[in-house]
């Protein structure tokens, strides 16, 4: 890549934990990259900061009245960014001509729309938005496949397989000699906890994660382990793999992001301080390295590394996951829509924590499963599985 022409980079969830280490890693390298646009949903106060610092083009919140509030203070404060609103804008700034690069940082299904634009479109686009690609899988990856974009896993276990994989691994693993993808998983706050010790966890105990600092809802979905079922959902996708070639082992100092066994008994691993910079410096930079501001791992230090296998039983979150995966169709869509509002339920202290994996099941058990051809019938199973999701919340 040139340095003499800045990539130009749309930042979806700016505000967010992964969008804030983006530009982070963006501000180290300002003749390589040029903020184009920054998205957030309703923290007006937190995007202006970004925008004072980044100067971009764009800026988008959901609603008016905040983007109303944001345009009086850019104005005041001489900036010339331009200030949108709404679903649409987001699509805009994640298909507009002038862009290069899109990072995908929206949480939960809210950043579909937007992150396929970006992908039919034909951009390089860094996705974190897991949920994203677990609700439309096959219709995401044609979208690829069609439009040429260049699609780089920013999520640590997929960038880490991405990264011990051949260079060009469409096709199927078997035929680059790979036998299994070891996906790493931490066991999140609770590992080693019996189903009796997790009956009254708070959100504040779900959300201390032992080794990322992250999002609440991810950091809930680390601690039922339906992150690692997302991700195993992801994975399969990402890399053409069959469930059964994707094998969950918890790791609990999360050092080693995940590994690629190969049928002559090697197994490549990438290992790297838990830091969220080092994948996405790799995805902006790609298939060059530049400083992602992280420090150097210290083996001495790390001096041990566990393994150890999860337990289903406690958490039947991945165990759904990868049912859901195997069923096919709408029925990771359906996962994703139940999980989302049984996460928002515990966070808001309506629903305990065993209550997710079982409001999932549900909801699961009451949507039938369809072909998950067309965009549309995703977003209809997607609301659906919302409004079942609800309505088991209220009859409990
Ligand atoms: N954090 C991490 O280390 C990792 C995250 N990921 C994935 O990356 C994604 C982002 O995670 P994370 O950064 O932790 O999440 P955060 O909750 O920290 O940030 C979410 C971002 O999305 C915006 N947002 C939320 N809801 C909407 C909406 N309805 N419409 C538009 N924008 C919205 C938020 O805006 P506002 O601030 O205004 O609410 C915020 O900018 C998730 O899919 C997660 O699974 C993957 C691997 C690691
Ligand atoms: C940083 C990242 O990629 C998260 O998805 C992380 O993997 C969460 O950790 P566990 O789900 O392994 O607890
Ligand atoms: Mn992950």
Redesign the pocket.
């Known amino acids: 890549m040139s340095d003499a022409v800045p990539r130009r980079v749309s930042v979806l969830g700016a505000t967010g934990s992964i969008g804030t280490s983006t530009l982070d890693v963006i501000a180290r390298h300002p003749g390589r990259y040029r903020v184009h646009a920054l998205t957030a949903h309703r923290s007006r106060e937190a995007l202006l900061a970004l925008c004072r610092v980044h100067a971009p083009a764009l800026a988008v919140l959901d609603r008016e009245v905040d983007a109303a509030w944001l345009r009086e203070r850019l104005h005041e404060a001489g900036l010339a960014t331009e200030v949108r609103c709404g679903p649409e804008a987001l699509v805009e700034v994640s298909e507009a001509p002038e862009v290069d690069v899109v990072m995908a940082a929206i949480v939960g299904a809210a950043g579909l729309l937007p992150t396929l634009a970006s992908v039919r479109a034909g951009k390089r686009v860094l996705l974190a938005n897991k949920e994203a690609l677990v609700m439309s899988g096959a219709l995401f990856m044609e979208a690829v496949g069609r439009s040429g974009a260049t699609l780089l896993p920013i ?3 997929h960038n880490a397989i991405y990264q011990c994989l051949p260079v060009e691994h469409r096709g199927g693993l078997a035929r680059h000699g790979v036998t299994q993808l070891l996906l ?5 706050p609770f590992r080693g906890w019996t189903a009796g010790d997790l009956a009254a966890v708070t959100p504040a105990q779900a959300c201390a ?1 032992p ?2 600092t ?1 999002g609440r809802k ?1 950091s809930v ?2 601690a039922t ?1 339906m ?2 079922g997302l ?1 195993l959902i992801e994975a399969c996708w990402l890399f053409d793999a069959r469930p059964d070639q994707v094998k969950v082992v918890v790791h609990p100092q ?1 050092v080693i ?1 995940s590994m690629a066994a190969y049928s002559d008994g090697s197994v490549l691993a990438q290992l790297g301080n ?1 830091d ?1 910079r080092t994948p996405i410096a790799y995805g902006l930079a790609w298939p060059e390295r530049i400083d992602a501001g992280v420090a150097a791992l210290d083996l001495f230090e790390v001096a041990r590394l566990d393994f150890e296998p999860p337990d289903e039983v406690a958490f039947p979150c991945l165990r759904l996951a990868r049912e859901a995966m195997a069923e096919g169709g709408t029925a990771p869509a359906v996962l994703n829509a139940a999980n989302e509002v049984a996460v928002e339920a515990f966070l808001a202290g309506r629903l305990g924590f065993a209550g997710i994996g079982e409001l999932v099941a549900r909801v699961r058990d009451a949507c039938p499963v369809e072909p998950a051809g067309e965009l549309a019938g995703i977003l209809d199973a997607d609301a659906r599985a919302r409004k079942e999701a609800v309505a088991c919340l209220t009859r409990r």
């Open positions: 999520d640590s276990e790493t998983a931490s066991g999140g994660h080794n990322w992250m991810i979905d680390s382990l992150n690692k991700e999360s992001h838990p969220m």
